[in-house]
């Protein structure tokens, strides 16, 4: 429920940011490493958020599933130690 919310409120503020956008229709020039090129500022607004609120979202589940796996690795250690706590004197 929590990560429900919280993708929400960005949500939210992804559609706040494409509306600051629209009444900002203006081309800029974006520097790449490379090339150079024109873009509209709503566009560019909204391309750099999605792409950082992807990444942060991947290094998340990255985190998460590696938590997850020692975990699983650890569960079965616990389990004996409790039975091995229940035997002792």
Sequence with gaps: MKAFLITAVIAAL?????AFGAQNDQVVT???FIAKG????PMLLGATFLTGFI??????LG???R??????KLRPKA???DVKAADAP
């Design 67 to 72: 938590q997850k796996l020692i975990i699983r």
């Design 14 to 18: 992804f559609v706040l940011m494409m």
């Design 55 to 60: 990444l942060s979202w991947l290094l998340a």
């Design 30 to 32: 974006v520097n790449y």
């Design 79 to 81: 389990s004996k130690d």
């Design 38 to 41: 024109e873009v509209s500022l």
């Design 63 to 65: 985190i998460i599933l």
